[in-house]
């Protein structure tokens, strides 16, 4: 795959908020923003994560976070060395084996779809409220798009994924701030580790419900500021 981009994607430095000890993003103007997850993280309903906690106990929740961690970390490392024409990992370890043959997954069943690569890891930010970096922006079957890559013990109902969509939206918007674009559609390619793909679709009508939602949960982070790490939960 080749990026063939009409914008000029800037990184962003990043520094730790002494007071949290949570992740900021410094935008070329000075401020400094939380990010996306961030935001998302300290503003969802946790009440389902804490049960499942209850349920199967902290070590083993600690245990399947880890694990889903690895995987994702290396499936992600794998699929942004295949666009960028990299050596893929490789490696007999379990861990490897399985984040190769997920990224593979997205591989065949997403990416042949995506016609335009414009950026990938490509830093983004809403002046003043929010940054992040996007796993993949281009075009998608022929619409330009904010696109994830996501991994999952099993494939999620669409539900489930309503953060996911979120995330999409809230790249989406400071794309359009920052280089004048109208980009309302979304894609989260999807791998289990049990080896099925399905892809979920930010189409225009979900993207604007997404975006009244995004603006409520942002209002929300900035009159609950964070106080403590714990105030966080995992977004994977």
């Known amino acids: ?15 730790t908020d002494k007071e949290t000890g949570v992740r900021q993003y410094v935008t070329p103007e000075g401020d400094k923003l939380y990010s996306v997850t961030t935001i998302l993280s300290a503003t ?5 994560l804490k049960q499942w906690r209850q349920y199967v106990g902290d070590k083993k929740a600690d245990e399947i976070v880890k694990e889903a961690t690895g995987h ?16 893929r990992i490789s490696g007999n370890h379990i861990m490897r084996k399985n984040a190769r043959r997920m990224a593979d997954l997205i591989i065949n069943q997403g990416l042949c779809k995506v016609d335009e690569v414009w950026g990938i890891e490509a830093a983004l930010y809403y002046p003043g409220l ?6 993949l922006i281009g075009v998608f079957n022929g ?12 494939i999620k109902k669409e539900e489930y994924v309503q953060d996911y969509y979120l995330q999409l939206t809230a790249y989406a918007l400071a794309h359009n701030e920052l280089y004048g674009t109208d980009i309302n559609r979304g894609v989260i390619f999807m791998a289990s580790r049990e080896f099925e793909y399905k892809t979920f679709y930010l189409d225009e009508v979900k993207f604007a419900d997404c975006v009244d939602q995004w603006l409520r949960r942002v209002e929300h982070f900035y009159k609950n500021p ?6 966080l939960q995992s977004l994977g």
């Open 226 to 231: 964070l106080r403590k790490p714990s105030d």
């Open 72 to 87: 994702g970390s290396l499936m992600h490392a794998d699929l942004e060395n295949y666009i960028l024409g990299k050596d």
């Open 44 to 48: 969802k309903d946790d009440g389902g």
């Open 1 to 15: 795959m080749k990026i063939t981009s009409p914008y000029e994607y800037h990184d962003l430095d990043s520094i």
């Open 130 to 135: 929010y940054a992040g970096r996007s796993d």
């Open 143 to 154: 619409v330009p798009a904010i696109m994830d890559f996501k991994n999952s013990r099993k």
